[in-house]
């Protein structure tokens, strides 16, 4: 099936430092991508979607300066925190969407990535 | 908007027991319903998808069925195991972009 993967799969950083997460489509090009957020004991909450080579589209109350989007190509988005804070930890969990081995579009899930915020 | 829900928030049960989890959703034109297992501190993992046009999945011990007119799915899960302790969430893709909406889970602990 469809392979999403999520580098790295935990981070711990600095107060002020900016955290890139990279997220793949290891095995099908995806037309669109997407970034949720979960909060523990909370469901998964949707901050941006993206399309390759266009600006993500941020959910109302998401901060696109705090939370840059690129969308390099069809297999590969990357998910930057920039000046992270504490209130930044969560776990961070991509999504792509395509063809992968379906006859329907499907949108296919990542591991997570964890971000620790000291 | 697409608002989902699941009940119960939580259950534990004893193991073999036969168990239904509830999932609802208040706009019915959805694209299709997904059932994940989260483990704690882990991903989603995809259990079964169905599809607007199909009623019911099944896969092992795990059954899934979709009703777009009571806007509501149901994950059955035959013989529970201890193994099968883990957060269910249920995610209904609908709009314009299909995009999709997750309800909080529910969190599954079977004893032995």
């Known amino acids: 099936g469809a392979v999403v993967s999520q580098h790295p799969s935990r981070v711990i950083c600095k107060s002020g430092t900016s955290v890139k997460i990279e997220c793949r489509s290891l095995?099908?090009?995806?037309?669109?991508m997407f970034w949720y957020r979960q909060f523990p004991k909370k469901s998964l909450m949707l901050m941006a979607t993206?399309?390759?080579?266009?600006?993500?589209?941020?959910e109302q109350g998401v901060e696109k300066d705090k939370f840059l989007i690129n969308h390099a190509s069809l297999t590969l988005s990357t998910l930057t925190v920039t000046s992270a804070h504490p209130e930044d930890s969560s776990f961070y969990i991509c999504?792509?969407?395509?063809?992968?081995?379906?006859?329907?579009?499907?949108?296919?899930f990542g591991p997570g990535t964890r971000l620790l915020v000291l | 908007k697409q608002e989902v829900t699941q009940i119960p928030a939580a259950l534990s049960v004893p193991e073999g027991e036969n168990l239904v989890l509830n999932c609802s959703f208040t706009d019915s034109a959805i694209y299709n319903l997904q059932w994940f297992r989260q483990d704690p501190g882990k991903g989603l993992t995809s259990l079964l998808l169905i599809q607007s046009s199909q009623r019911e999945q099944t896969s092992g011990r795990l059954n899934a069925s979709l009703d777009k007119s009571s806007g509501r799915s149901t994950l059955y899960i035959a013989a529970s195991q201890p193994g099968d302790s883990a957060t269910y969430l249920c995610?209904?893709?609908?709009?314009?972009?299909?995009?999709?909406?997750f309800g909080r889970g529910t969190s599954l602990i079977v004893h032995p």
């Open positions: 995610a209904a893709a609908s709009g314009g972009s299909y995009i999709p909406t």
């Open positions: 999504s792509a969407r395509g063809f992968g081995g379906s006859r329907v579009e499907t949108q296919y």
């Open positions: 993206s399309n390759e080579g266009s600006k993500a589209t941020y």
């Open positions: 095995d099908f090009q995806a037309t669109t």
